[in-house]
């Protein structure tokens, strides 16, 4: 079974605090993603991730970014924390390029900041 | 742009009533179609997918068929059951293309 892990469930942080929130696929993806999920407004993707050390930005960058040093690690990056920012945040993952393929999601993290 | 637009929630259902979660879609080409299902707690998981038009998605008694005409995905489960409570995803992905467009969401709540 495809596995993808987040580093925390539960994360609460203050105002202007360096965030990073990583992500691990245990199946070989290239494709990788973050999004963040609010009420009413279901799935947004922050940015993507094709290769090792490539990004896309997704609908919804500002106030992120994101690391991809190696093929099964995908980090994203809060670089000074807002409370807009609190939101559950989820990570994603799947082949290369093919309309058909499914996006295996990671359990979440809720990332609440003060 | 590629969109998705799901019937609001929250549906409430008592348990063995007939389920339907209306989704049409607006995409160019002909991309593939998703359902996924959040439970309490947990991630996103796929619960069926089609990827032409006409085509059946089904799992776990849950089909949708891929209607071109009308641009649906009509997500249909003939008997709820108190375990199916959870939020459904209607979603959407392009020919050629690694994103995936998603509805808002829709929280089912079936009751014994």
């Known amino acids: 079974d495809v596995k993808v892990t987040q580093s925390s469930r539960y994360l609460v942080k203050r105002t202007g605090e360096k965030v990073f929130l990583e992500c691990v696929q245990d199946?070989?993806?290239?494709?990788m993603f973050w999004y963040r999920q609010d009420p009413g407004l279901g799935l947004r993707l922050i940015y993507f991730?094709?290769?090792?050390?490539?990004?896309e930005k997704g609908d919804i960058p500002e106030g992120y970014s994101v690391s991809r040093e190696k093929k099964e690690r995908f980090s994203l990056i809060l670089e000074s924390a807002s409370t807009n920012q609190t939101s559950m945040y989820l990570c994603?993952?799947?082949?290369?390029?093919?309309?058909?393929?499914?996006?295996?999601f990671g359990p979440g993290t809720r990332l609440t900041v003060l | 742009g590629d969109s998705v637009t799901q019937m609001e929630g929250p549906v409430t259902l008592s348990e063995e009533a007939f389920l339907t979660i209306n989704c049409t879609y607006t995409?160019?080409?002909?991309?593939?179609l998703f359902w996924y299902v959040q439970y309490p707690g947990e991630g996103l998981q796929l619960l069926l997918k089609?990827?032409?038009?006409?085509d059946k998605g089904s799992n776990k008694g849950f089909e949708a068929t891929y209607r071109k005409e009308t641009t649906s995905f009509h997500l249909e489960k003939g008997s709820v059951q108190v375990s199916d409570s959870a939020v459904y995803f209607c979603?959407?992905?392009?020919?050629?293309?690694?994103?995936?467009?998603f509805g808002t969401g829709t929280k089912l709540q079936v009751i014994p």
């Open positions: 994603a993952s799947s082949f290369e390029g093919r309309s058909t393929d499914t996006q295996y």
């Open positions: 199946m070989d993806h290239e494709n």
């Open positions: 991730s094709y290769d090792v050390k490539m990004k």
């Open positions: 995409a160019t080409g002909y991309p593939s």
């Open positions: 089609a990827t032409k038009a006409d």
């Open positions: 979603a959407l992905r392009g020919g050629g293309y690694q994103k995936v467009t």
